[in-house]
């Protein structure tokens, strides 16, 4: 109220200033009285006019974007400018922070992994995060307050959002038709909306290939014991000769053999996707592989094939040895299964010219038709399921050795022509691939060195 006495003063100042500067005025016309009345009122006109001055200034900044400081005049109109400035600026404060917090909220938003649409009372798209824009093939800003049904016709989705909110995630084809989206929708404030998406093709996938799996294990394993369980029961019900005894339990043998072999893939398989990645610093001798390799194939092959292993090799491999072993055991034998007797599996070593190394392991056999080849690496995929079993696969094998290889940096390449023979190479990087043994250094050598 400071400003309050000061207007009264300067009022009453001017009007009484007016008021005798005009009796004065008036004495010689002998109107002293009027003089005083009009002075008066010409003070109070003046105080009016400066009053009319200020205010219009004060309206004026108003108006205006209010960027620059209020205008700075004393009393009245100063005390109303300085008020009216203050409550701005700290309502421009509040404003900056809520819009601070609101971009703070809505990065939040954006960097979530799942997709979020926000939707008002009329279905219209007041917001999207990219993932959102990518799973319902939107563009944020364009499509902002478009009905969101106009955008997304997928059946799946627009049958969701007639319902007011779900409980349970709705699976729905992804609007591109490349995967699986799960669509979760909640109801917010006055009839608001808001539409969660995750995509979960991947999950779907595994899902679906862990059924698979199951499915391909129960009857891998349910055919042999079959078996099996028929020859127990025809052992129990029939009298059966010596010769035929032999023949049972040889059969009964060969199956028990059949499952073993799976279960101990299985196992492999298992431990191969369970533990981390070979050491790149333990060194194996790949003599010492094709040597172990080698007495595996003669025995398989049982003279019927002509083996042809590289010699000397002073190369070496970084990573696990029995993982190793068993990879390329998985190839010759592979070879040896799908080569008629009388033919040809020859075992290579090279250096590429990046350095990487390869180990070929190439046959003259039955040869795989080309459509089957990328899928060889799959589990349980056989091209001939009878010739497979009969030589005692589990079509796990070549689902290892890609596994092993990848675990090892490298790839598993493949070539083969349908009755001329295949070609199964390990590629190996440069860095797990030590070209010839180190040299040892004699203790001579190293005191001079030093
Ligand atoms: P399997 O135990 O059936 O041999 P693999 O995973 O080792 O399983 O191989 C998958 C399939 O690839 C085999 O069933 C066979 O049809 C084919 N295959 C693998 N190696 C050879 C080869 N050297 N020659 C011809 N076909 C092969």
Not at 156 to 174: M, R
Request: aromatic fraction near 6%; charged fraction near 20%.
């Amino acid at each position: 109220m400071t400003w309050l006495f000061p207007r009264f003063l300067a009022g009453a100042l001017a009007m009484a200033a007016g008021a005798l500067l005009g009796y004065w005025s008036g004495g010689p016309i002998h109107a002293p009285l009027i003089g005083a009345l009009l002075g008066g009122a010409v003070g109070v006109g003046v105080i009016s006019l400066i009053d009319t001055v200020r205010g219009y200034r004060l309206i004026h900044w108003l108006s205006g974007s209010q960027e620059e400081a209020a205008p700075r005049d004393t009393g009245f109109w100063g005390e109303i400018g300085y008020r009216v400035e203050r409550s701005i600026r700290n309502r421009e404060r509040g404003t900056a922070q809520e819009r601070l917090r609101l971009e703070q909220f809505l990065s939040a938003m954006e960097a979530s992994p799942n997709g979020i649409l926000l939707l008002d009372t009329n279905d219209q798209i007041t917001w999207c995060n990219s993932v959102a824009a990518d799973h319902f093939g939107l563009d944020p800003e364009r499509d902002r307050m478009q009905p969101v049904t106009n955008l997304v016709r997928a059946p799946g989705f627009v049958a969701a959002l007639q319902l007011p909110s779900t409980t349970e995630p709705l699976l729905v084809p992804d609007l591109r038709g490349r995967g699986t989206l799960s669509i979760v929708i909640r109801t917010y404030g006055e009839g608001l909306r808001l539409v969660l998406s995750q995509d979960v093709t991947q999950r779907e996938r595994a899902d679906a290939m862990r059924r698979d799996f199951v499915a391909n294990v129960s009857h891998e394993i349910r055919s042999p014991l079959t078996v099996v369980s028929g020859f127990i029961e025809t052992m129990d019900s029939l009298p059966l000769t010596e010769v035929e005894r032999k023949r049972v339990l040889m059969l009964m043998g060969q199956q028990t053999q059949r499952m073993q072999t799976l279960v101990a893939d299985l196992l492999t398989l298992a431990q191969l996707e369970g533990s981390p990645r070979p050491a790149s610093d333990r060194w194996v001798p790949l003599a010492k592989l094709f040597g172990q390799s080698e007495a595996d194939a003669a025995a398989l092959s049982s003279g019927r094939h002509t083996l042809r292993f590289p010699g000397d090799c002073p190369a070496q491999l970084a990573g696990n040895e029995p993982e190793l072993l068993s990879a390329l055991t998985n190839l010759v034998n592979n070879a040896v299964r799908y080569t008629p007797e009388g033919g040809r599996v020859t075992v290579t070593w090279r250096l590429r010219d990046d350095g990487s190394g390869e180990v070929a392991v190439s046959d003259t056999g039955i040869g795989v038709d080309r459509e089957h080849i990328p899928r060889l690496t799959e589990r349980f995929y056989r091209v001939d399921g009878s010739r497979s079993r009969d030589t005692g696969g589990t079509g796990l094998g070549l689902s290892i050795v890609k596994h092993v290889v990848q675990r090892h940096g490298g790839e598993l390449e493949v070539q083969s022509e349908v009755g001329k023979g295949s070609r199964f190479s390990l590629i190996l990087p440069a860095a797990r691939v030590r070209a010839s043994t180190p040299r040892v250094t004699t203790p001579g050598e190293q005191r001079s060195a030093a």
